[in-house]
């Protein structure tokens, strides 16, 4: 005749047998949308075999794209186009010391040329890191521009996370009214533009319907000034 396990047997075993195989879920709401999240397992995730001193990844999102790379590879965290100002530096600031304080922050420009001539008129000096640019002149910071090419990093937006290719949509949620849009003609682009600060946020657009997004942003002075 068989025994009855005791009670606090029977709770161990069940325990034992959760812990190897738990089916809990969490739930998360994102704009209304509820989401059934697995738990993942603490010794490895589902499929990945990875042990749990693997080295994590970290990501960084522009425009809805998912940039993934070796957590902390990047500190560009620092840097914010937040029009007249950068970060480690702003509009106005000398330009030995802001070239200084973004390579502490983005590392050694990929191109750093002094009077660039038919490269980009107007500005005495051009300092790039990837698709972003600051144009000098009399010997300060005078404005930048970021761009959606070439594609890679920086990855970088602005205070509201406004970046290439956020669309118009979003663009008059953040900006209201202070937004204005225009069309493309026969010499330039869509574009739009935004008081900020001492001057405005301007940039080009893929169109001007609400799905259409920014390929560029620029601050100050550019190129052709």
Do not use: H
């Not at 000398?94 to 750093?112: E, H, I, Y």
Request: with cysteine; aromatic share 4%.
């Amino acid at each position: 005749m068989s025994r009855a396990l005791p009670r606090s047997l029977t709770a161990l075993v069940a325990l034992s047998t959760l812990a190897g195989c738990r089916s809990d879920t969490i739930r998360t709401t994102d704009g209304g949308t509820k989401t059934t999240v697995p738990l993942v397992s603490s010794t490895t995730g589902p499929g990945t075999g990875r042990s749990p001193t693997s080295k994590p990844t970290g990501t960084s999102r522009a425009g809805g794209s998912t940039i993934s790379g070796p957590a902390g590879s990047s500190s560009s965290d620092a840097v914010v186009l937040g029009g007249g100002s950068l970060g480690p530096t702003s509009i106005g600031a000398a330009a030995d010391p802001a070239v200084a304080a973004m390579k502490q922050a983005l590392g050694n420009p990929t191109r750093d040329l002094s009077n660039p001539g038919s490269a980009c008129p107007g500005p005495d000096r051009l300092v790039t890191w990837g698709r972003l640019s600051l144009y000098f002149s009399g010997g300060k910071l005078a404005g930048w521009a970021y761009d959606i090419k070439p594609a890679g990093p920086p990855q970088l937006s602005t205070p509201s996370g406004v970046t290439v290719g956020t669309t118009v949509a979003t663009l008059r949620r953040v900006y209201g009214d202070k937004l204005q849009v225009r069309p493309a003609d026969e010499l330039f682009p869509a574009g739009f533009r935004v008081p900020v600060g001492a001057s405005d946020l301007t940039g080009t657009l893929t169109g001007t319907g609400g799905e259409d997004t920014t390929t560029s942003l620029a601050y100050g002075m550019s190129c052709g000034e």
